[in-house]
């Protein structure tokens, strides 16, 4: 840095002039370092020198000009790029100092980032990328001149050979610079060798250092230094000599070559300065994968932003955008160069940010090509990579381009003030870094600071910075993003103290942060991979054949790799992990893209997306992922990933492949979305458009006015229809897009000129005028998280006008999601539920016309004939076969698998963003899907669980795959985690370069093979290694024993217990880990492969491909036909090993008799008889007892189809085996006819390639089918989940016509009128049917109580059997108990009854408006109902629950009135509950009526309106009026509002830290309420986890709970709060909700929470104790406790302002309240059975009861050892 000049600072008035380490020597009368003017301020003395400060800057100190003492310190520091250094810059005095200074230079920065000892210099980290060795040119020798000699310079490896020197041993040494005189040919003089030059890139400048020249008289040796100017005309250029100060020798060289490949990739938009964008997230690596564009089917661009394109074969190193041929025919040199790197451009225009490269290779003899890149923003779902514009130009040496990319949107500058700020779509988030960060500056001044977190040792109480121990800063930092690399967090400053500065820095290696601080101002630079945005990668490549790929399916969600150690690997493709998902919640490292969740729950960081995937040769794809947590081993460098996608038919699991001794991971996946797609273009009509398939509909727009504005020009635009204008201007009378600016009006396109189109950039929307002298082009682009359509402006060539419509019109439907979802311990795989071929096929019989239900799972709805009319993306849809009107019931929303929940035992999806609700305009329809785990193969089938109701349709599906996947097993040979190894217990021999491997499945060492001879003499291995080298060594690789797991779709092994691993630390045996996957087109002799070993711990990894372990197919074993609904599915012999033998036809060949055929309908036969593994057809051929022949001749493929003339019911199974023809492949057909019973198939012909079965059933009748029946007359609905109890009717005759009958129970003696004892249905002295044998069960969303066993009858006259009757119960809310009503039928043996009745209406005491879920459990109290009295009345009501019998009201009825005179009298009953949110007032209202049947006048309707008004408080209703037999009530609580009104305080708030951290010891106390009886207490801790509290257990003190619940007499504990905790504020108060790990037992999967209300109350005491209120039906637990301290508004405490601290007594650890409840032990005792049956059953609350509903009601022996609460424990609820 030392200058022959100087350097020139300006502070306030004053000039400066300075050097480095030597005197200024062009400031006349200044003989010193540093000069003000012509003063001298700082000289240079012997003490001077550059020293180290511990931060890793560097500094200097200069002397007074007397030589004392300090007149000026330079610090330099090394900046985080090379476009952030600065010049000189004076700061506050400091260190004793008159002046100092700070200079950001890249010579501070650490040498081998910036050095190189050639001629090429690269550093991503600095965005350096410069090569000079084309300076070579084949040993070329440059001249210059200077006044008196000539010089001579060679460049990179090329010498000057005259200057030459001998070196000692006589070689001659490589001269790079000399110097001679023209009139003296014997002067020469060397400048500088080959050896001892240096190449740098120093603050935008690149310099050449060319040292250890001839020693000059002055006794240094000289040396060249060359200043290395970009120029991109320049060609190589040529030096030109400049001058010499002291033996240096100064040259500058003009050249294309000394342009950096990577330019500065920020722009500051020049008409708004205050918008800063950066695209450096766009920047491809030179060794990556560039952008790449399709033009044509013949040419190709690559395409690098601010830098250039790399390593693209054949293309010019400069280029940043290529075009090149492809293809197998491909000429390499037809490539073009369109713009070089170096010549890199910003503009703006509009909301649009452009790139101009220029100086491409030559394109006419006028100009070169060039290519223009526009940018507009998007966010992440709407991003699009770079599309060529299509568009005609009139000039071909300019290439155009569209990008929508989050670089493009302004970078943020605020954030969420809670540690967080969103820049481009992504969060950034330093919440993680909660630990007080100390800096110290070399003069030991300390800074402490938490910017995300009060200090816990700060300098004053709630400082968040500190300098020492004065106070900087208390208030919350705001962050803002400086570029992709660096995040500002900028402390405000208490009066009259500096402002303070975090400058958190992106450093990927950083695994915990690394703090530098500045010596001279409080700035403070924090090194974390916190502050590093995610690279944007290409999700759409295309490879060099022009194959297209598209990944986006596979965008946006977690997947997961297994391995048999319990490791887990998450990774996504193309985006960040989802870090909300509780598997890799908490993963350190912020955007990484790959996590591994260790056996003991250790996250570990799996490296960062760094490239665009790498497609090659053989068509698999590569993720690569770099930069994770360092190594502990090998040589201890950054983990990373490799993701390898392999294209399949088939999807199978993500294997875990191997990894090696540096943490490097393999990761195998074979999936379809890996398979080249095929693009196409397509035009519209009738403002739709068709593309791949789906089709779009762009008609809702035609009514939407679009308008934007840009520089006083207001755009209005139609689409597909004139554009609506204000005052209807006359040049736009017939324009689809009008400009209008003051008074003046133009059209930019007619609406009769309109063409809609697609290609690969999305659709789009062209308007022309007449004579097509203006254009516009509208790109829609989508608009995925609302649903609202905006219009930008993107720009305006005087020709064409571009604009952006973001609408969610042209969003493409999810195909396909994630169908795995962890809960808990308990993992699930959907995937083999979902269709690819067919939809799963439901029917509700239904009056004009049966309703027909199309869905699929995981997966939108494949278009075949029957859902063809479905709305493109359903992944449910409704057909009316009456109207002819097909509707959609939802779609998949993401490709995540938040689309799975859990509700108590069972699995259930939800699709939503159906069409519009017909019963609520302002919802749209949803689906939900119950899916019950059942175990065994079995037919999937989904089944209508009621019609639409609240907007919303059920369904049941019930499957295997709904239970948890099997955790890994201890293993021995014969059955593994059903599947069976005896089949494979033979010798396997496996190949590598180097060995052998001999796996030993189950058999004994006597068996192997005679060249095995030493594992032989061992008892039993698993895998022996022989050494292919002379010797053949052999080694045990794996023992015996064997762990399994099965994945999905894989089968783990691993062989441990093998010989010492010689190589590796410590006493580690060998050992081989053996994946079996899933390949539906392996061979049934397929044999297991060698894929690496980890020569870390010698494990060997060997991989397996099998058809026998691909998921047991299944598909919809139901069709249509003529308007019927036939199912198959009971043909699928469940009591038969699931297959049928078909016979051979007489007609049949020959050589087919003798053999016999096994048939599966609609599966694969997942027998151990059935060998034919995956298959559903085969053929078995019996040699002799001991060589039987199996062979498959169909895998279950599609769904049955209709065919023929006339119309019959196929199953078609297709093999991919060939036929002896070798060209058609080897298939089975079943042909169903309609025949009486159920008879055997037959083989009717065969040709060797199509075997043709024929299968007559009564199944494919006109006919029903019914599912599994389930006894007892309380029954739970298996589609809501509800219990339903038909016990109120029990023991009351009921008549129906002619009939008599009852339910659940037989007639009495008096009723039965000559029919037998025991029966329940009569008529006429006929029994039909005996309460004996019942069932009850779900049939389409209805009740069936059936009844079986009644007097003998004959059906027809070839068959008999007994008299049946089937009452069907249909819920009607109006009905009350209703009356059974007979159905005649055209059976003569089976009765049909329909009854309407209130009585089997279930409802869940919630509404859910819009993802608002309003949960009246809330309201509803365990203890006692809510009490109102006004006017005379006193109103007793339960929102969710009948009222006790001992309030007198009747049942089911929930709200009940008592007049003045004591008469009491029901007004509205439990199942008549009807919510419905009203969004103009923002309340709730709930609906009630009673119906009284006899007597209509005493009809009662009730209407409780609850209102929200910002209140944190449960509330209490109040009595408003009563109009004619209507009451009406508000009810203020915090349950009416939406989740926009409550506010959610950050856990940062300092009223709540105050509150919940606390110093003080802990201490108890007891409240008494007056009047219980038996005590409850209530331990509560704010600050830590409860502990060391003597009679708690374990269930409280798990180091988690915060909350419990404890009753002394008889040991009972209960978590009722855990940890994590929400906390909601309003003016006046606080609310924390603490959720805990128990489970309620009355309201399903819900969880147990506490609610702690701090309100304010001036006379409160601030020692004042929290009071247990409430316990709800919701297991939701309340307290209040009233404090003086929140008397302060918290609208301010919330924006940061101080609160007042709270009392010692208020901070307690500990705080014991004692609640009493009032119930006798003979209350307990009588609802004992009931109890239990309430808490046992799938959801545990039975709101038709009127039982107590009190839980944990529990005495106990005194002196019991403390016991754990269960709901469904009868020693729990009675002793």
């Known amino acids: 840095m030392t200058n022959t000049t100087s350097y020139k600072v300006q502070k306030d008035s004053a000039n400066y002039t300075l050097n480095i380490c030597r005197n200024v020597t062009d400031v006349s009368g200044c003989d010193a370092a540093v000069c003000e003017g012509d003063k001298a301020v700082a000289i ?80 991503s980290k600095y965005l350096i990328d410069i090569d000079l060795t084309p300076l070579n040119n084949n040993g070329k020798v440059y001249l210059a001149s200077g006044a008196e000699f000539d010089y001579s310079i060679a460049m990179c490896g090329a010498s000057v050979q005259d200057c030459s020197l001998t070196n000692d041993d006589g070689t001659r040494g490589h001269t790079v610079a000399c110097q001679k005189k023209s009139l003296e040919s014997a002067f020469h003089k060397n400048l500088g060798m080959s050896k001892f030059t240096k190449l740098r890139f120093v603050d935008d400048a690149l310099v050449m250092t060319m040292s250890k020249g001839d020693v000059c008289s002055s006794g240094f040796q000289r040396r060249t230094i060359i200043h290395f100017h970009c120029n991109v005309t320049e060609g190589e250029g040529n030096p030109e000599y400049v001058g010499e100060t002291d033996c240096t020798y100064m040259f500058v060289w003009h050249t294309r070559y000394a342009c950096n490949r990577i330019q500065k990739c920020s722009f500051t938009n020049t008409t708004d300065p205050s918008k800063v964008y950066d695209f450096s997230s766009l920047t491809v690596a030179q060794d990556a994968t560039s952008w790449t564009v399709k033009l044509g089917e013949k040419k190709m661009a690559y395409i690098n932003i601010c830098a250039a394109v790399g390593h693209v074969a054949d293309c010019d190193p400069s280029a940043a955008v290529c075009v090149k041929e492809t293809g197998q025919s491909a000429n390499p040199s037809a490539v073009e160069n369109h713009g070089q790197a170096s010549t890199m451009k910003f503009s703006s225009e509009g909301n649009t940010i452009s790139i101009t490269y220029d100086h491409g290779s030559v394109c006419n003899t006028k100009e070169n090509h060039h290519s223009v890149i526009y940018f507009a923003c998007a966010s992440a779902d709407q991003s699009v990579g770079p599309q060529l514009r299509t568009e005609s130009s009139s000039n071909a040496c300019r290439h155009t381009y569209t990008w929508f990319t989050p670089a493009a949107c302004a970078q943020s500058t605020e954030g969420h003030g809670d540690c967080t700020i969103t820049d481009a779509g992504y969060t950034y988030d330093f919440n ?28 004053e109480t709630k400082s968040r910075f500190c300098e020492g121990n004065t106070l900087i800063s208390k208030e919350i930092p705001e962050l803002a993003v400086e570029n992709d690399h660096v995040v500002t967090a900028k402390f405000n400053p208490e009066s009259g103290n500096p402002s303070a500065t975090v400058r958190y820095i992106c450093d990927h290696t950083a695994e915990e942060p690394k703090v530098i601080t500045s010596d001279n101002s409080i700035t403070v630079e924090v090194n974390t991979t916190l502050a590093c945005a995610p690279k944007t990668v290409d999700c759409k490549p295309i490879d060099s054949l022009g194959n297209a790929y598209d990944f986006s399916g596979l965008k946006g969600t977690n997947w997961k790799a297994s391995s048999v150690d319990g490791m887990s690997y998450y990774f996504s493709i193309c985006s960040t992990l989802d870090k909300d998902l509780s598997d890799v919640k908490g993963c350190p490292g912020g955007a990484i893209s790959a996590c591994q969740r260790t056996s003991d729950g250790t996250l570990v960081n799996l490296g960062y997306a760094a490239s665009n995937p790498v497609i090659q040769s053989t068509g698999t794809v590569l993720f690569h992922y770099i930069n994770g947590k360092k190594c502990a081993h090998g040589n201890q460098t950054p983990r990373q990933t490799m993701i390898t996608l392999s294209c399949a038919q088939v999807e199978s699991q993500p294997q875990m492949i191997s990894e090696d001794l540096n943490c490097n991971y393999n990761i195998l996946w074979h999936t379809p979305k890996a398979c080249p797609v095929q693009s196409s273009s397509a035009t519209g009509e009738d403002c739709s458009i068709v593309k791949n398939e789906i089709k779009y509909d762009l008609t809702p727009l035609k009514s939407k006015p679009l308008q934007t504005v840009f520089k006083g020009t207001t755009y209005n635009v139609g689409i597909c229809s004139v554009a609506k204008v204000q005052g209807n201007p006359p040049n736009c009378a017939n324009s689809a897009v009008c400009a209008s600016s003051g008074s003046t009006s133009n059209s930019f396109g007619e609406l009769k000129k309109e063409s809609l189109y697609s290609e690969e950039g999305g659709i789009k929307l062209k308007y022309e005028t007449d004579g097509n002298s203006k254009t516009s082009i509208i790109t829609f682009t989508c608009n995925a998280e609302n649903d609202q359509t905006e219009l930008r402006f993107l720009s305006n060539d005087g020709v064409i006008v571009r604009f952006q419509v973001s609408t969610p019109y042209v969003c493409p439907p999810v195909e396909s999601a994630n169908c795995r979802r962890t809960f808990g311990d308990d993992t699930f795989d959907l995937s083999s539920l979902t269709l690819h071929g067919a939809n799963y096929i439901s029917r509700l019989r239904s009056t004009p016309g049966d ?64 069409d519009k609700c017909p019963t609520n305009n302002s919802a749209l329809l949803q689906t939900l899907i119950l899916l019950r785990c059942v175990e065994g193969p079995r037919t999937s089938r989904i089944e209508v669980g009621t019609a639409i109701k609240d907007c919303r349709q059920d369904f049941i599906l019930e499957s295997p795959a709904a239970c948890p996947v099997k955790s890994p097993v201890n293993a021995k040979c014969g059955e593994i985690a059903g599947f069976d190894t005896n089949a494979l217990k033979k010798q396997y021999r496996i190949s590598s370069e180097e060995h052998d491997y001999i796996l030993n499945f189950c058999q004994n060492s006597g068996s192997l093979d005679s060249d095995v001879k030493k594992c032989n003499n061992q008892a039993m291995f698993g895998v022996c290694q022989i050494s292919k080298s002379s010797g053949h060594e052999e080694v045990i690789a794996g023992g015996p024993q064997l762990t399994a797991m099965k994945e999905t779709s894989q089968l783990i092994f691993n062989f441990t217990g093998g010989a010492t691993c010689a190589h590796a630390t410590g006493n580690v045996e060998r050992n081989v880990v053996l994946t079996m996957f899933c390949n539906e087109y392996a061979q049934s002799d397929s044999q297991p492969q060698f894929v690496s070993e980890d020569p870390r711990d010698c494990t060997y990894y060997i991989s397996w491909p099998r058809r026998d372990l691909c998921p047991h197919r299944s598909m919809p074993c139901r069709v249509t036909m003529n308007g019927e609904l036939f199912d198959l599915s009971s043909l699928n012999r469940a009591d038969k090993d699931y297959f049928t033998y078909a016979t051979v036809s007489s007609s049949v060949d020959e ?32 040699k002799d007892s001991e060589h039987v022949i199996h062979k498959s001749l169909g895998y279950p493929d599609d769904s049955p189809i ?129 309460a004996a044998e019942y069932k ?25 059997g007994n008299r049946k009757s089937i009452i069907e119960f249909r819920c009607n809310k109006t009905a009350g108990e209703g009356q059974p009503i007979y159905l005649p039928t055209s059976t003569r043996c089976v009765n049909s009854f329909s009854w309407e009745t209130s009585y089997v209406c279930v409802e869940d005491c919630e509404l859910n408006y819009k993802g608002n879920v309003f949960n009246f459990q809330h309201l509803s109290s365990v203890y006692k109902p809510v009490t109102v009295t006004a006017d005379g009345y006193e109103f007793t009501m339960d929102l969710c629950k009948s009222l006790k019998a001992e309030h007198k009201c009747g049942n089911y009825t929930n709200i009940c009135a008592k007049s003045s005179d004591g008469t009491i009298y029901p007004i509205a009953l439990t199942n008549t509950f009807e919510p419905q949110y009203q969004p103009e007032n923002k309340t709730v209202l709930l609906k009630y009526s009673y119906s009284d049947e006899k007597s209509p006048a005493n009809n009662k309707q009730v209407n409780i309106r609850l209102v929200c008004n910002g209140t944190l408080d449960t509330g209490s209703p109040t009595f408003v009026s009563k109009t004619g037999s209507t009451y009406n009530f508000k009810w203020v609580t915090y349950v009416a509002c939406l989740d926009e009104d409550l506010h959610e305080v950050p856990l940062g708030f300092n009223l709540f830290k105050t509150l919940l951290q606390s110093t003080n010891p802990p201490f108890s106390r007891s409240v008494v309420i007056t009047g219980d009886q038996t005590e409850y207490k209530y331990y509560i801790s704010l600050g830590a986890p409860l502990h060391d509290i003597p009679e708690l257990s374990q269930e409280c003190l798990d180091g988690n709970t915060t909350v419990c619940q404890y009753k002394h007499e008889n040991t009972f504990e209960r978590s009722i709060g855990a940890q994590a905790a929400k906390y909601y504020a309003n003016e006046k108060q606080l609310q924390m909700i603490i959720s805990s790990k128990s489970k309620c037992g009355r309201v399903g999967s819900d969880t147990v929470t506490s609610l702690i209300n701090f309100k304010c109350d001036s006379s409160a005491s601030e020692d004042s104790l929290p009071v247990n209120t409430n316990e709800m039906a919701s297991c939701r637990y309340l307290f209040e406790w009233n404090l003086p301290q929140l008397c302060e508004p918290l609208s301010s405490a919330a924006g940061g302002t101080q609160s007042k601290r709270l009392s010692p007594g208020v901070t307690a650890v500990i705080v014991i309240i004692v609640l009493a409840s009032v119930i006798s032990l003979a209350t307990v005792i009588v609802c004992r059975l009931k109890r239990r049956r309430r808490y046992n059953g799938p959801v545990g609350y039975d709101p038709l009861s009127t039982d107590d509903d009190t839980t944990g009601l529990i005495t106990a022996v005194k002196g019991r050892a403390p016991r754990l609460y269960h709901d469904d424990d009868d020693d729990d609820l009675l002793i």
């Open 44 to 123: 240079v003395t012997e003490e001077t020198v550059l020293e180290s400060a511990a931060n890793g800057d560097v500094f200097v100190k200069y002397a007074k000009p007397d030589g004392k003492d300090c007149g000026t310190k330079i610090t330099f520091k090394c900046p985080d790029s090379p476009y952030h250094a600065t010049g000189p810059v004076f700061v506050s005095p400091s260190d004793g100092c008159d002046h100092v200074i700070d200079w950001y230079t890249m010579d501070a920065c650490p040498s081998e980032d910036l050095f190189s000892s050639n001629c090429t210099l690269q550093n």
């Open 432 to 459: 993680s870094l909660t630990a007080d960060l100390t800096a110290k500056t070399s003069d030991n001044t300390q800074y402490k600071f938490n910017p995300c977190s009060t200090l816990q040792d700060g300098c």
């Open 851 to 914: 309703i027909y239900y199309y869905t699929n799972i995981c997966h939108r709805l494949i278009a075949t004939t029957e859902a063809a009319g479905c709305p493109a993306g359903s992944a449910a849809c409704m057909y009316n076969s009456s109207s002819k009107q097909y509707t959609s019931l939802g779609k998949l929303t993401s490709n995540k698998p938040d689309f799975i929940h859990k509700m108590g035992s069972f699995l259930y999806l939800q699709y939503d963003n159906g």
């Open 1151 to 1182: 050589k087919y008799q003798g053999k016999y055929y096994q048939l599966s309908v609609c599966s694969a036969a997942p027998s151990k008889n059935f060998k034919c593994a995956g298959a559903a057809v085969c053929e078995v051929t019996e």
């Open 1202 to 1330: 209709v065919t023929g003339d006339p119309q019959h019911i196929e199953i078609i199974y297709p093999t991919q085996t060939y036929c002896d023809d070798k060209k058609s492949k080897i298939r089975s057909v079943i042909k169903f006819t309609c025949g009486s019973g159920m008879n055997d198939p037959e083989l009717v012909s065969s040709d060797g390639c199509t075997y043709e079965f024929k299968w007559e059933t009564s199944l494919v009748c006109p006919s029903t089918s019914k599912p599994t029946p389930t006894s007892g007359c309380v029954f739970t609905k298996p589609s809501i989940n509800k219990i339903v109890d038909l016990s109120i009717f029990t023991n009351k005759l009921y008549k129906a016509g002619d009939y008599s009958l009852k339910v659940c129970s037989s007639l009495s003696e008096s009723e039965l009128s000559g029919c037998p004892a025991g029966t329940a249905v009569c008529k006429g002295a006929v029994s039909f049917g005996s």
């Open 1336 to 1360: 009850i069960y779900e049939e389409f969303g209805n009740i069936r109580l059936e009844y079986d066993n009644g007097e003998s009858c004959r059906e027809d006259d070839n068959s008999s």
